[in-house]
């Protein structure tokens, strides 16, 4: 099983991205991926989710300035971030969880900087 996340770049305050997660070995559908980060020295939080039936949910730091969509076809899940403010300054990973499997698959994590 993988989880492949791009995307994450130096950008400006204001600015945009769009993270992507390829998911490889496990039936992508039945799985709900979230997208969490994390600050040095801190856990990780929980960003954003789709979950395998179709919902999505976002933190309160994100919501409104974020979009979680997944393309079951191609295996993939993105995260598109707008507005972005240097406290979004953080490693994004990807998550895949399935309730009835007793763990979650991650990805490596991919680093988003924002700063002028």
């Known amino acids: 099983v993988q989880l492949v996340e791009s995307g994450g770049v130096l950008v400006h305050p204001g600015g945009s991205l769009r993270l992507s997660c390829a998911a490889s070995?496990?039936?992508?559908?039945?799985?709900?991926i979230r997208w969490y980060r994390q600050f040095p020295g801190k856990e990780r939080e929980l960003v954003a989710t789709f979950a395998a039936g179709g919902t999505t949910d976002y933190a309160v730091a994100v919501k409104g300035r974020s979009t979680i969509s997944r393309d079951n076809a191609k295996n993939t899940v993105y995260l598109q971030m707008n507005s972005l403010k240097p406290e979004d300054t953080a490693v994004y990973y990807c998550?895949?969880?399935?309730?009835?499997?007793?763990?979650?698959?991650w990805g490596q994590g991919t680093p988003v900087t924002v700063s002028s």
């Open positions: 070995g496990i039936i992508f559908s039945i799985y709900s």
């Open positions: 998550n895949a969880h399935w309730n009835r499997f007793p763990y979650d698959y």
